[in-house]
């Protein structure tokens, strides 16, 4: 079946020590997402590609990096964890129609990352 | 700006109905319904388009107010697999970003 598969589902890293995160699809979306989640909120967007095309939220702090080397593909560097980076992290992708509005998102199960 | 979602909690009995309200600042020119259920993803539920649109699936419909930038989920005879965090969302209108509401969280008991 065509997903979006993210590895690992758990990670715990320690303080200040990097950590990288894993997405793949085979749905062949050209739009990738990372989310990170806190507990009680909504997903938070943190960066999207539209095929290599990369854009960073304004508010995205510079601790956190994308890579996306190819379509299947996506990566979140985190260079520095810090205690508030522990969240549920999402991976999305999807292919927008030329309707306009209709894109919709396929998640994958999420990273949950902890911080010691 | 955040889309608001009302109420922020809500707790039924099986087979009781429930609206969620979603509100915009900005102009919508969609609305996306996604269901979250504890530790897992949030699944996509519906899309609505157009101002005045109305959607469902199996006892869960949805309607889209444009003029009023805002949009409802109506639970009907709700079951227990109905619990979970409910999120409305939107697109930036050409931009691929996305914002989630505030979410709702129901809960059904048995």
């Known amino acids: 079946d065509a997903m979006v598969i993210q590895n690992p589902r758990y990670q715990v890293t320690q303080f200040g020590k990097p950590v990288t995160l894993s997405c793949s699809q085979t749905?062949?979306?050209?739009?990738m997402y990372w989310y990170q989640q806190k507990s009680s909120q909504a997903p938070k967007l943190l960066f999207h590609?539209?095929?290599?095309?990369?854009?960073n939220e304004a508010d995205t702090p510079d601790n956190f990096q994308s890579r996306r080397p190819n379509t299947s593909f996506c990566f979140l560097d985190i260079r520095s964890p810090g205690l508030g980076d522990a969240a549920m992290y999402l991976c999305?992708?999807?292919?927008?129609?030329?309707?306009?509005?209709?894109?919709?998102?396929?998640f994958g199960p999420g990273t949950r990352l902890t911080v010691l | 700006q955040q889309p608001v979602q009302s109420p922020q909690a809500v707790i039924l009995r099986e087979g009781e109905d429930a609206v969620i309200n979603c509100s915009s600042s900005?102009?919508?020119?969609?609305v996306h319904w996604y269901r979250q259920k504890h530790g897992e993803a949030p699944v996509f539920l519906m899309i609505?388009?157009?101002?005045?649109e109305q959607k469902g699936h199996d006892k869960i419909s949805a309607s889209f107010n444009e003029k009023k930038q805002q949009s409802s989920l109506y639970l009907t005879a709700s079951q227990l697999s109905y619990s979970g965090t409910y999120f409305c969302?939107?697109?930036?209108?050409?931009?691929?970003?996305?914002?989630f509401g505030t979410g709702t969280r129901l809960k059904v008991l048995a």
């Open positions: 999305a992708t999807s292919r927008p129609l030329l309707i306009r509005g209709y894109n919709e998102q396929f």
């Open positions: 749905l062949n979306h050209n739009v």
């Open positions: 590609y539209y095929d290599k095309d990369f854009n």
């Open positions: 900005k102009a919508l020119y969609s």
């Open positions: 609505l388009l157009k101002g005045g």
């Open positions: 969302g939107t697109e930036i209108s050409g931009t691929y970003k996305y914002i």
